[in-house]
């Protein structure tokens, strides 16, 4: 199946010497990944969707600029602008202490600070379309943010999905010691086909550098996988929002690696979905010292023939002592025939802990539905109050007002289609 993909034709283009021994490499290990493959994939079977629909793509992309152009956000006061997985600069706008260059322009002390930064944690050999995007990205997008500086107002990096053939999309960002960022991400597609896309973003977090990460997905028709990998150093904070909507098939891989002493990881997600939908969140958190510190907590609504599928893995090393650990998974069945696979685990080798994690999948409160109900408020609105709620959990984390309201009107609008009459 995968030789049928003709991976080797994205390696015969012209390419930097390192990317081209970066691809080839990969090509070379892509057959273990399928080793793996049918148990990280177990509820998500996507071979049989997906094979028709990844393509090779070149550099020659047609695309409609104006229409871009015109869905660009007007009030955003930084934007990176990447479409099919290659960055626009004459439509983005960089702050002051951020550095953006395609890797193959880098010079040759910064790509060994990227290398550094990188070594020894590679996601490609673990997840199949984790390689096949190493192999198949037009560019990788590098992103610096220097030593010392605190991007007040956050930056959106807006990815289009403008072809009907696969997109790829890549980028490795660099945070110095004690600086902070917000990145808000959205996936948006510019055309009604069904279309594929393939996105892997590596950040390394160097020692007291603090990020804010929210990641957006509302793809309807299209099938969608997004790996993002991240690297911890001492006295960092990360804090991760994943928020998923409707798509043909969406898969969401958030990988955390706490290396040294006293590290923060936050990871908050939530997934409404209808029309046989499919959206499978798999995470992991690695603790490798001690003093650290992971939180998370996904909430899925399920409704109309649609599967939400969580897997999330917690690793505590022998040396990690003093590790507090927690996770948990929530959701709600809307109709009969909605599906959710919930996995939870931990694995500990440390003695000296405090860790849990569960899992719930259920109904609505019918008491609580009830006692609404009985005050006069309409069944409809009393079922968007309750979920409302239900969800209030995962976006009360965000700190900053703006966006947190911005996400509180995306998932009251996905609440309002969702059919619970």
């Known amino acids: 199946m995968v030789e049928s993909l003709n991976l080797e034709?994205?390696?015969?283009?012209?390419?930097?010497?390192?990317?081209?021994?970066?691809?080839?490499?990969?090509?070379?290990?892509?057959?273990?990944?399928?080793?793996?493959?049918?148990?990280?994939?177990?509820?998500?079977?996507?071979?049989?969707?997906?094979?028709?629909?990844?393509?090779?793509?070149?550099?020659?992309?047609?695309?409609?600029?104006?229409?871009?152009?015109?869905?660009?956000?007007?009030?955003?006061?930084?934007?990176?602008?990447?479409?099919?997985?290659?960055?626009?600069?004459?439509?983005?706008?960089?702050?002051s202490g951020v550095l953006i260059n395609k890797y193959s322009d880098l010079s040759e002390d910064m790509k060994g600070e990227f290398q550094k930064a990188y070594r020894g944690f590679d996601d490609s050999k673990k997840d199949i379309f984790s390689s096949i995007n190493t192999i198949n990205h037009l560019e990788c997008?590098?992103?610096?943010?220097?030593?010392?500086?605190?991007?007040?107002?956050?930056?959106?990096?807006i990815n289009f999905t403008n072809s009907t053939q696969s997109s790829y999309f890549r980028k490795s960002i660099l945070i110095k010691k004690s600086s902070y960022v917000s990145f808000s991400e959205e996936f948006l597609g510019s055309t009604e086909e069904i279309s594929f896309s393939n996105s892997v973003s590596e950040i390394f977090l160097d020692e007291n550098s603090k990020l804010d990460y929210f990641s957006c997905q509302n793809f309807r028709k299209n099938f969608h996988f997004n790996s993002i990998n991240v690297f911890q150093r001492k006295d960092s904070i990360s804090n991760f929002h994943t928020y998923s909507f409707s798509g043909a098939t969406i898969r969401n891989n958030l990988n955390i690696l706490l290396k040294d002493k006293n590290c923060y990881a936050n990871m908050y997600g939530f997934y409404a979905i209808k029309n046989k939908s499919h959206i499978d969140n798999h995470t992991t958190v690695d603790h490798m010292d001690e003093n650290s510190i992971s939180n998370e907590h996904y909430k899925g609504i399920v409704e109309g023939g649609s599967r939400g599928v969580f897997n999330g893995k917690?690793?505590?090393?022998?040396?990690?002592?003093?590790?507090?650990?927690?996770?948990?998974?929530?959701?709600?069945?809307?109709?009969?025939?909605?599906?959710?696979?919930?996995?939870?685990?931990?694995?500990?080798?440390?003695?000296?802990?405090?860790?849990?994690?569960?899992?719930?999948?259920?109904?609505?409160?019918?008491?609580?539905?009830?006692?609404?109900?009985?005050?006069?408020?309409?069944?409809?609105?009393?079922t968007s109050i309750l979920l409302s709620a239900f969800s209030s959990d995962i976006t009360e984390k965000i700190e900053d007002d703006n966006l947190r309201k911005h996400y509180e009107e995306l998932i009251l609008s996905e609440l309002e289609g969702l059919n619970y009459e």
């Open 9 to 95: 034709k994205s390696i015969s283009r012209e390419l930097d010497k390192d990317v081209k021994l970066m691809k080839s490499n990969t090509l070379k290990n892509i057959k273990g990944s399928l080793k793996t493959y049918k148990e990280e994939y177990k509820y998500t079977p996507l071979f049989k969707k997906t094979a028709n629909k990844i393509q090779i793509n070149d550099s020659k992309l047609d695309y409609d600029i104006e229409k871009i152009k015109s869905s660009i956000p007007k009030n955003d006061d930084y934007k990176i602008i990447v479409i099919d997985g290659l960055y626009k600069e004459e439509l983005s706008k960089i702050p």
């Open 314 to 382: 917690i690793y505590v090393r022998q040396k990690a002592q003093k590790t507090n650990a927690f996770q948990s998974n929530n959701n709600i069945l809307l109709s009969d025939n909605a599906k959710v696979n919930t996995k939870p685990q931990l694995e500990i080798w440390a003695d000296d802990v405090k860790c849990s994690h569960g899992c719930t999948v259920g109904q609505l409160d019918e008491d609580a539905l009830f006692y609404l109900m009985s005050r006069g408020i309409p069944k409809k609105e009393a």
């Open 141 to 157: 997008l590098t992103i610096c943010v220097e030593k010392d500086v605190n991007i007040k107002n956050k930056i959106s990096i």
